[in-house]
């Protein structure tokens, strides 16, 4: 199944570890926000905001955006076991 994560916005740099054994990870965060993607096990791919795909991957791999570094407020999201898929897109903005 899906697993589907709404991530308010962070304070500093906040760890969100997820599981295997989802099919595919989805995570939305608030928009401006970096997220780093670090990965155990084989993912076919990792989407971040519609970029290219990235993958297959197996073991231990990283997928960090450019400017990740140097940015105070971030996600780092681990995915361990493998998955098919992890998305990361930004939240739609809400009308009040």
């Not at 970096?34 to 990792?46: C, E, K, L, Q, W």
Request: aromatic letters at 4%.
């Amino acid at each position: 199944g899906a697993v589907r994560l709404r991530l308010p916005r962070p304070s500093g740099t906040v760890p969100v570890a997820i599981g295997g054994g989802a099919k595919e990870v989805i995570v939305f965060r608030p928009a401006g926000v970096m997220v780093r993607v670090a990965t155990s096990g084989d993912v076919a791919r990792v989407i971040i905001d519609r970029g290219r795909p990235i993958g297959p991957l197996a073991g231990n791999t990283t997928v960090e955006p450019p400017g990740y570094a140097l940015a105070e407020d971030r996600y780092d999201i681990s995915v361990s076991g493998g998955c098919e898929s992890v998305l990361v897109a930004t939240e739609p903005t809400q009308n009040p």
